[in-house]
């Protein structure tokens, strides 16, 4: 039996207080938290509850044509919100094929920032070699059942993914992160909030002790006329991506591109932008230009390993498919959410 504290905050001042505490964690839809406490990988000596806090739940306009979205938004309420799908559809699409309608119901958007990695050998404490579990024991899934692995910006301690489809689109949109603590407020842009293992990977985010998300900020988007989400996966519906792809496209009345965002999901530990070959869109018809041979440079550096060495030629294909949605030049793939 786990023996933890529990309290609840009325506000975010008081949060921050109670998360002081060591051993510490908040917990609001707990849809990741829950799972890994049941299996023993999360061990918090207290819980702070913040669903109660009502200033995180706001979706709202920003004067400036974007949206400011509070971390206790629901994924559903997100994914639902008239402004979202016709500013933003990216990220509407993005979590709307993101796990089941119940879960979407309690998961929050904070709560998809921070999730952990949905690799077996992390899950599982009877694989005793994890470096995020235990830092300094090896990585079981090196010379394992790796199919689900990354492909780009793994190392020798560690090649578990990022399971959100959210934050994939989330870095396409160049999202903001709004984090908060007893030392002042910052904002992360989203390719610095999560991070590469390296030598450290028990650390997926650049989250310091005792900080808070309370919102995603979007910037104002061109892309909301011709964007797309493709999600590969092995189950039509509430299964992890083997591979993801949220493509959007700033198109003038000439069909020219004058602006592209490509990223990836289910190939790294953080969402993977593509910027060599979205700048290599810019300025052009996109039936002007080889798609083929940009998504297999733009991944040129993909390290595939035992099982999983289907992936880098899979993502190629992913991104050439996404983008043609996203331009009109073939219609979308029937997806399940």
Same mark, same amino acid.
């Given at each position: 039996m786990?023996?933890?504290?529990y309290?609840?905050?009325?506000?975010?001042?008081g949060?921050?207080?109670l998360?002081?505490?060591?051993?510490?964690? =908040?917990?609001?839809?707990g849809?990741?938290?829950?799972?890994? !406490?049941?299996?023993d990988?999360?061990?918090?000596?207290?819980?702070?509850?913040?669903?109660?806090?009502?200033?995180?739940?706001?979706?709202?306009e920003l004067?400036?044509?974007?949206?400011?979205?509070g971390?206790l938004?629901?994924n559903s309420?997100v994914?639902?919100?008239?402004?979202?799908?016709?500013?933003?559809?990216l990220?509407?699409?993005?979590?709307?094929?993101?796990?089941?309608p119940?879960?979407?119901?309690l998961?929050? !958007?904070?709560?998809?920032?921070?999730?952990?990695t949905?690799?077996?050998?992390?899950?599982?404490?009877? =694989?005793?070699?994890?470096?995020?579990?235990?830092?300094?024991?090896?990585?079981?899934?090196?010379?394992?059942?790796?199919?689900?692995?990354?492909i780009l910006g793994?190392?020798e301690?560690?090649?578990?993914?990022?399971?959100?489809d959210?934050?994939?689109a989330?870095a396409?949109?160049d999202?903001?992160?709004?984090?908060?603590?007893? #030392?002042?407020?910052?904002?992360?842009?989203?390719?610095?909030?999560?991070?590469?293992?390296?030598?450290?990977?028990?650390?997926?985010?650049n989250?310091?002790?005792?900080?808070?998300?309370t919102?995603?900020?979007?910037?104002p988007?061109?892309?909301?006329a011709?964007?797309?989400?493709?999600?590969?996966?092995?189950r039509a519906?509430?299964?992890?991506a083997?591979?993801?792809?949220?493509?959007?496209?700033?198109?003038?009345?000439?069909?020219?591109v #004058?602006?592209?965002?490509v990223?990836?999901g289910?190939?790294?530990?953080?969402?993977?932008?593509?910027?060599?070959?979205?700048?290599a869109l810019?300025?052009?018809?996109?039936s002007?230009?080889?798609?083929?041979?940009?998504?297999?440079t733009?991944l040129?550096?993909?390290?595939?390993y035992?099982?999983?060495?289907?992936?880098?030629?899979?993502a190629q294909?992913?991104?050439v498919?996404?983008?043609?949605?996203?331009?009109?030049?073939?219609?979308?793939?029937?997806?399940?959410?």
């Open positions: 786990i023996d933890f504290s309290a609840r905050a009325a506000d975010i001042d949060a921050l207080r998360v002081a505490h060591p051993g510490a964690r =908040f917990i609001a839809g849809t990741n938290l829950i799972d890994l !406490v049941q299996q990988v999360e061990r918090p000596q207290r819980l702070v509850d913040i669903t109660k806090i009502a200033a995180l739940r706001e979706i709202r004067p400036n044509g974007g949206m400011r979205i971390a938004a629901s309420d994914a639902r919100h008239p402004a979202i799908v016709e500013r933003y559809p990220l509407s699409q993005a979590l709307l094929s993101g796990a089941s119940q879960l979407r119901n998961a929050t !958007v904070g709560g998809n920032l921070l999730q952990r949905r690799c077996y050998y992390f899950y599982d404490p009877g =694989f005793p070699h994890c470096n995020k579990r235990h830092p300094g024991s090896g990585c079981d899934a090196l010379e394992g059942y790796n199919r689900i692995h990354a793994a190392s301690h560690c090649i578990a993914v990022n399971p959100s959210m934050c994939v989330l396409a949109l999202a903001i992160v709004e984090v908060r603590s007893m #030392r002042g407020s910052r904002r992360i842009p989203l390719p610095d909030f999560h991070r590469l293992p390296g030598t450290t990977p028990e650390r997926d985010t989250l310091a002790p005792g900080e808070l998300v919102a995603v900020e979007l910037p988007s061109a892309l909301a011709h964007s797309f989400y493709l999600k590969i996966r092995d519906s509430y299964a992890f083997l591979v993801s792809v949220a493509a959007g496209l700033d198109v003038d009345g000439d069909a020219v #004058r602006g592209a965002r990223s990836l289910g190939v790294a530990q953080k969402p993977w932008r593509l910027p060599e070959l979205e700048g810019a300025g052009k018809p996109l002007a230009v080889d798609l083929g041979q940009l998504a297999a733009a040129k550096s993909a390290h595939p035992q099982y999983n060495a289907f992936k880098p030629a899979l294909r992913a991104v498919r996404a983008l043609r949605v996203a331009a009109g030049l073939e219609p979308p793939p029937q997806q399940e959410a």
